[in-house]
Each structure stands twice: as C-alpha cells, then as structure tokens.
C-alpha cells in the first residue's frame, strides 16, 4: 500500500540554523500539507499546497517558513532560521482531494537546542 | 470559525466496558468529520469518516447535526485501542486545510 513518507526522522538543530524536512506524498495525490504537533499538543495545520502553491497557511507559517516542491515528487518544508519554539513532530500529509482522507506519514522530529 | 473539540484529554476503561470519546464541532456549513488514531509510535491513520457510515475495529460514529457532535463509540474495548484518537473536521468552507481537536488519550486496562 502506498504511503507517505518523511526523512529525517529526527533532526537536532541549533536555534538560528535553517532546516529542511522533506517528505514525498502518494504518487497520485494533489494536496500537500504539513502539520504540526508540539509535545503533549494537539496537531496544528500549517500549510497546504495545491497546483505547485500554497492554497492555505496559518498564523504559524510565517516568513521563516516556506514549501517548495522541486522536482513533482519531494514535498519540503524549510524553516529559515530556527527557535526554540519549533522543536515539533512534523506531520506530511496528502489526499487526493480538499475534503477526502488525509495520509499522514511518520513524522519528523525537530529538536532546537 | 471553524472549531473542534475534544473535552476529555485522558479517558481510561476496562477491557470489555464500553468506550465514547466525545467530539463536539463548530462550523458553517456541512461539515465532513473523521476520526484519526495514532497508536504508539505509528503514523497518524484514518480510523473512520462519518460520510462512509462503516465501523471500523468495532468503533462506530454518528454525526448528530443537532448537537454539533461526532462522537466515537465502541461496545466492547479491548485492549489494542489504546491510542491517542482525534477528531478531525474538514469541508468545502475549511479552505484546503482539516482541524483537528486535541486528541484524547484512551488506555484500555485489562
């Protein structure tokens, strides 16, 4: 069965330094997002992508954040210059459609020391 | 605005007892709700969704648009349900994003 699947699966950074988590949704899947989860939190969306840009974002994903997907399979989400603050499980999804199931994949752990 | 709640964060039973986990919803429109489960050190997975109307693992959910709930029901818990469950809501007037609740923590003790 196809799935989502994420790399690193655990990255410690120091806070300043830029990171990239990259993911690679289902092949035949056309919405992409990243979530978030803080330790003890709920799940947080962050942004969705849609048609080679991003659809929807919140409050989150500011200017350090950004998406890209470089070659039509990597979905990478880049943090600019870490914080303490985003030490987080980062949660890739995709679905086939704006309302349908989301396939989430492992996850990502951030660590920001 | 678009809300999902989960009042209960830790919710513990006895294998065999029955289970609810209480969902409750805010939103404008018809609403597509879902279960989420995330066992223990696994991805998050799609437990159940309310258009599908099926039970899944014994857990069954029906969505009450009077009540603005969606909550998820199993008669007979056992002990592999132990899981972190969250209610998701999604919807053509949720933009292209889902909301999730908190998630509630259910340990089936045996």
């Given at each position: 069965e196809p799935e989502v699947t994420q790399t690193p699966s655990h990255q410690v950074t120091q806070m300043g330094q830029e990171v990239i988590l990259r993911c690679v949704p289902?092949?035949?899947?056309?919405y992409f997002y990243w979530y978030r989860q803080i330790l003890g939190q709920k799940v947080e969306f962050l942004v969705s992508f849609y048609n080679n840009e991003i659809s929807e974002k919140s409050e989150?994903?500011?200017?350090?954040f950004s998406v890209e997907r470089p070659d039509g399979s990597n979905f990478t989400l880049k943090i600019r210059s870490t914080k303490l603050e985003d030490s987080a499980m980062y949660f890739c999804a995709s679905s086939q459609t704006n309302t349908g199931e989301l396939f989430f994949g492992e996850g990502s752990r951030l660590t920001v020391l | 605005a678009q809300r999902v709640t989960q009042p209960e964060k830790l919710l513990s039973v006895f294998k065999g007892a029955p289970v609810e986990l209480k969902c409750n919803y805010s939103y404008s429109g018809s609403p597509e709700l879902f279960w989420y489960v995330q066992y223990s050190r696994q991805r998050l997975q799609l437990l159940l969704r309310h258009i599908s109307r099926e039970s899944i693992k014994g857990f069954t959910a029906d969505l009450n648009k009077g009540e603005t709930s969606f909550h998820l029901k199993k008669p007979f818990a056992q002990e592999e349900d132990s899981a972190m469950y969250y209610c998701a809501l999604g919807g053509?007037?949720?933009?292209n994003q889902f909301y999730f609740g908190t998630g509630t923590s259910l340990t089936v003790i045996p």
């Open positions: 289902i092949s035949n899947h056309l989150i994903f500011d200017d350090q | 053509p007037n949720t933009g």
